[in-house]
C-alpha cells in the first residue's frame, strides 16, 4: 500500500492507497509546530484508528510546503513502516512539463495538482486550489502546467477583517446560503465567502479569455467546502493533491 502525505501551511493530509483506491484518509493542523515525538503520536493514531496494523504499507511520498517539517515526516514514515519516503521536488520525476520562466520555483503542493487533474480531466484546465493561499494553476493543451495566479486564501482576508478592524468580531466560517447579512456574523461571513466565490469565477472567466478557449473548472482543497455548492460548474475533487501524489508515485516506483 501507498501513503501519500501532503504537508500543508493549515492541514497535514494522510492519504492511504490500495492500488488506485484511496482507502483512508486522515487530517491534523500543521501549527503549532511540534516535536518529532508529537507527529510521530499523531500518524500512530492514524495508524490505530484506521485499524492499519496489518497492513503493509511498502511506498509514501511526500509533498511539503513547510520544509522544516520535510525531514521529520521523511524520518518518521521510516521509523514506524520502514519505508524511505520519496520527496516530491526537481530531482523526483514527476511526468509534468512545466512552461515557466523558472520551473524549479513551482511549488510542490502546485505540481501534484496539476498531475491528478491531468490524470483525470486530461489538458485545458482551470483548477482552484483553496487553502491557506488561493492557488489558481491553468494547464494547457498539451498537459502542461501553464502558469497561475496565487492570492491569499479565505481564511487570511478573515483573520484580517477582525485583526486590522476596531469594531468588528472573530467569525466563524460557514458555507453561507444569502448574500446579504442579517446580522454582523452573518454579513461578514457572507462578504468573506462570497469575494471568494466572485473571485474564483473571475479568475477562470480572465484564464479563459487570455488562452481563448474555455477551460474545464476544477475546485479543491481544505477551504473549497465554504464554496463549492455556489460554484455549480466546477467539478470538486477533495483529495486532488493526494490523487496528484499517487500518480507521481508511479512514474517513480522501480519494479
Not at 492541514?11 to 490500495?18: E, S
Not at 483512508?24 to 501549527?31: A, I, S
Not at 499523531?42 to 485499524?51: I, N, Q, R
Not at 498531475?115 to 484546465?125: D, P
Request: hydrophobic letters at 40%; charged letters at 25%; glycine letters at 8%.
Amino acid at each position: 500500500m501507498l501513503l501519500t502525505i501532503d504537508i500543508g501551511n493549515t492541514l497535514i493530509d494522510f492519504g492511504l492507497w490500495d492500488n488506485d483506491v484511496l482507502s483512508f484518509v486522515y487530517k491534523t493542523r500543521t501549527k503549532p509546530i511540534r516535536s518529532l515525538d508529537e507527529y510521530k503520536s499523531v500518524l500512530e493514531l492514524f495508524v490505530m484508528t484506521k485499524h492499519l496494523e496489518e497492513m503493509r504499507i511498502d511506498r509514501a511520498i511526500i509533498s511539503s510546503v513547510v520544509p522544516p517539517l520535510t525531514p521529520i515526516f521523511k524520518s518518521i514514515v521510516f521509523s514506524l513502516f520502514g519505508v524511505r519516503a520519496k520527496i516530491l521536488g526537481p530531482r523526483l520525476k514527476s511526468g509534468l512539463s512545466i512552461k515557466t520562466d523558472s520551473p524549479q520555483e513551482v511549488g510542490a503542493d502546485l505540481v501534484a495538482d496539476a498531475v491528478g487533474a491531468i490524470s483525470k480531466y486530461g489538458s485545458n484546465l482551470f483548477i482552484a486550489d483553496l487553502g491557506t493561499a488561493n492557488k489558481f494553476i491553468y494547464v494547457d493543451e498539451s498537459s502542461s502546467f501553464g502558469g497561475c495566479a496565487i492570492a491569499p486564501g479565505i481564511a487570511i482576508g478573515a483573520n484580517s477583517l477582525s485583526k486590522d478592524t476596531a469594531a468588528l468580531p472573530e467569525v466563524n466560517l460557514l458555507a453561507p446560503d444569502h448574500v446579504i447579512g442579517k446580522n454582523t456574523h452573518d454579513s461578514m461571513n457572507a462578504g468573506i465567502i462570497f469575494t471568494n466565490v466572485y473571485a474564483i469565477e473571475g479568475f477562470a472567466e480572465a484564464f479563459e479569455k487570455e488562452v481563448g478557449h474555455p477551460l474545464k473548472r476544477i475546485l479543491t482543497g481544505g477551504n473549497s467546502i465554504y464554496v463549492k455548492k455556489h460554484l455549480p460548474d466546477f467539478e470538486y475533487e477533495e483529495n486532488l493533491l493526494l490523487l496528484g501524489l499517487k500518480e507521481i508515485d508511479k512514474r517513480n516506483n522501480k519494479k
